[in-house]
C-alpha cells in the first residue's frame, strides 16, 4: 500500500467524481487516497444517541460536509449501544439520570468484516456497523461503529462499547485501543487500503498511530529498519486536531496501567522510542509526535495549546457548523428564496445583507413560535412571544459558568425595572459522574425562584441536537459566559448565527473572531485572560440595560440589523464547509478536493445564481 497521497491525476480522482457510494469490498480498488476520520463520538442524529457534546456535534458535522462536498472520506467511532443519558430534572434542580435506549441493530447496518485488539492479554473481537452519512449531492460518507458487545468476549470486553466517558482509566484506555487500534485494523479487513491520512479528532485515538507504526515495521525487513525514517513516514499520514486548552484536561496514564492494557512490549516499544515522557502516556503528546499536521480549532486556543506545547508548530482551524443542519425551517426556506447557492456554498450567506429586514425579524418570530410550542409540550410553560430572551445551553461543567447571569439578582432586578422584561431559557446535561456540574444545574434552578415575573427562568431537560437546534434558532440572543481561555471554541454560537440570532459573549474561542460590536453581537467584558468575574458582570448587566433590551424593545429594525449582520459575517464564515477547505488546503493535500473534477478534469457545477443546483 501507498502511505503516501498519490499525486494529482484526473484519473485516480475519477472513481470519486462519479459520486458512487463507496461499497466495502471495493473501497480500496477504487483507487481513491481516502482520508480516515477518527472520533471518540459522533452526533450522526438525534435517534443515535452516541455522543456526549460539543466534541461530537462538530465531528458529525465534519462529516455532513464532507459528504456535502464530496470528499472521499470515511470515519471511525464506537458504538456505545448505552447511549449518553436521558435527563430529568426535580424541583429542587436535581438531575435524573435514565438510559437513552438504542439498538444498533434496528438502525445501522452490519459490516461483515472482523477484526480483534488485545487488552491485558486477552483477544478482544472487534465488529462494526455501518451509517453513511449521505451529501446535498447523492455523495455519502461511511461511518464504521466499533462494536465489542459480542458472546465470543469476556464479559469485561463486551461492556468496553457500551459508555460514551464512562468507567474508570482502565476502561477509557481499553475503549482508546478498541478506538485506535481496532479502528485502523477494521478499515484494513473492510478493504480500506488507499488511506491517505489518519485525522485524529482529539487524543482519544491517537493509538492508531501505534497500529500504522506496526503496519510499517511488518512491510520492512528487520535490516533495513530506520526508525527516524519510519516516523517520519507516520508523520506524513496522520493530522491531529487538539481540542483542550488546559493541561489537565489531557488523556493521560500511568506506566502500569498502560503495561497491563497494552502489555509490556508496545508499552516498551513507546518508551524507546521517547513517546512516554515522564513514565505517563499522554494522547495529546502522542499524537504531536506522530503528525505532520497540528491544530487547535480556533485562533486563540492554536495560541494557547503552542504555548502548552512549545516544541510543536501548533495552527489554528477554526471550528464551523453544518448549516443545513443547523439552520431552522423558516430561515432555510427565506435563504432557499433569496440566496438559493447557500446550500451548497455557504459562502453566499454574506448575501443576506440584501435580504429585507422585515424578512429576517419574520422568519426569526416563526422560529420563536416553534421553540415556545416545544418548550409548552415539553414542559407546559407558555413563555411571551413578544419578551426579549436569551438562550444558554451547553454541558454543565464549571468552566462555562451558567449561573453567572443570574449571580447578582438584585442588579438583574434593577436592570429589568428599567429596560423591560426577560426570558432566560438555560438547557444541558451534568455528566453522571460530575458532582459539580449536578450542583450548578441546582444553583441555577435555584436562583430561578428568586425572580419575579420581570424576570422568568426556565431550565429546559435533556439538550441534545433537536433542542440544540430548536433553542439557537428561537431564542433572540444567545449568551455565553465561558471561564476564559477555557473554551477552546465553542460551536453553538455558530448555531445560533445561521438563524440570525447575535451572540452576547465572553471574548473567548470562536467569538473573538467573530465579535462586531453591535454589528455581529456583543462582548462581555475585554478580551483578556483570566478571572474577571466581576468586571464581566458589570459589562453583562450594563450592555443588557442600555444597549440589547432597549434596541430590542425599542428600535426593531436596529435589532434586526444585527441579526442580519450576524448572518452575513458570521453564518457565512463558521460553518464546516470552510473549516474542511481549510483542513484540505491545510492539512490534507489540495490533491484530495475533488469536488470540482470530473473524469474530464473539468468543472461540472455552474456558479451562476438559480442554475447548477446539484439536487439533494
Ligand atoms: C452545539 C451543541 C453543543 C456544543 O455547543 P458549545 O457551544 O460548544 O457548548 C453541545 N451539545 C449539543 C446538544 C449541541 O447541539
Known sequence: MSGEIAGTTAGHLAGFAAQEAPREQ??????????????????????????????????????????????????????????????????????METPSAWSPENVLQPVDARTTVSIEGRRVQVCAWRYDVAGIGGHTVPVYLLDTALPEND????????????????YRL??????????????????HTNIGKFHMNEGHSALLTVALFEEQMRERLPESLDFLEELRRLRQRCVFTTHTPIPAGHDAFDRDLVSQVLGEKRTHGLETRGLMPQGRL????????????????????????????????????????????????????????????????????????????????????????????????????????????????????????????????????????????????????????????????????????????????LYIPNYDMRWGQLLTSGVDIWVNTPLQPHEASGTSGMKAALNGVPSFSVLDGWWIEGHGEGITGWSIGEDSRGDNRSSELAS????????????????????????????????????????????????????????????????EISLSPGGGRSGG
Open 282 to 457: 499522554n494522547m495529546t503528546e502522542l499524537a504531536l509526535a506522530c503528525s505532520h499536521y497540528v491544530n487547535g480549532v480556533a485562533m486563540r486556543h492554536g495560541e494557547v495549546s503552542r504555548a502548552m506545547f512549545p516544541r510543536f508548530a501548533i495552527r489554528s482551524i477554526t471550528n464551523g457548523v453544518h448549516a443545513r443542519t443547523w439552520t431552522c425551517p423558516p430561515f432555510q426556506e427565506l435563504y432557499d428564496r433569496f440566496i438559493p447557492e447557500w446550500r451548497r456554498d455557504n459562502l453566499y450567506l454574506r448575501c443576506v445583507l440584501g435580504v429585507p429586514l422585515h424578512e429576517i425579524l419574520k422568519a426569526h418570530a416563526a422560529a420563536k413560535r416553534t421553540l415556545f410550542a416545544a418548550i409548552r409540550a415539553e414542559t407546559g410553560v407558555a413563555l411571551d412571544e413578544s419578551r426579549l430572551t436569551l438562550g444558554f445551553a451547553r454541558r454543565a461543567v464549571a468552566y462555562k459558568r451558567a449561573e453567572l447571569m443570574l449571580s447578582d439578582p438584585e442588579r438583574l432586578k434593577r436592570v429589568v425595572k428599567r429596560s423591560g422584561p426577560l426570558q432566560i431559557i438555560y438547557a444541558g446535561k451534568a455528566h453522571p459522574a460530575d458532582e459539580e456540574g449536578k450542583a450548578i444545574i441546582r444553583r441555577v434552578i435555584e436562583r430561578a425562584s428568586q425572580f419575579d415575573d420581570d424576570v422568568h427562568v
Open 174 to 191: 481499553a475503549q482508546e485501543v478498541v478506538l485506535g487500534m481496532g479502528g485502523v485494523r477494521l478499515l484494513r479487513a473492510l478493504g
Open 540 to 603: 453583562l448587566y450594563n450592555k443588557l440595560g442600555t444597549v440589547i433590551a432597549p434596541l430590542f424593545y425599542a428600535k426593531p429594525a436596529g435589532f434586526a440589523e444585527v441579526m442580519r449582520g450576524t448572518i452575513a459575517f458570521n453564518g457565512s464564515f463558521f460553518n464546516t464547509h470552510r473549516m474542511l477547505n481549510q483542513y484540505v488546503q491545510n492539512a490534507y493535500g489540495l490533491e484530495l478536493l475533488p469536488s470540482l473534477v470530473t473524469e474530464s478534469g473539468v468543472a
Open 155 to 170: 464479559e469485561r470486553d463486551r461492556a468496553l462499547t457500551e459508555r460514551i466517558y464512562g468507567g474508570d482509566r482502565r
Open 26 to 95: 471495493d473501497a480500496g480498488a477504487a483507487g481513491v487516497p481516502r482520508i480516515a476520520y477518527f472520533s471518540m463520538e459522533i452526533a450522526l442524529e438525534p435517534a443515535i444517541p452516541t455522543y456526549a457534546g460539543g466534541l461530537g456535534i462538530l465531528a458529525g458535522d465534519m462529516l455532513r460536509s464532507a459528504a456535502d462536498l464530496g470528499l472521499p472520506m470515511v470515519a471511525v467511532t464506537l458504538a456505545y449501544r448505552g447511549g449518553y443519558f436521558e435527563q430529568r430534572i426535580d424541583d429542587e434542580g436535581r438531575q
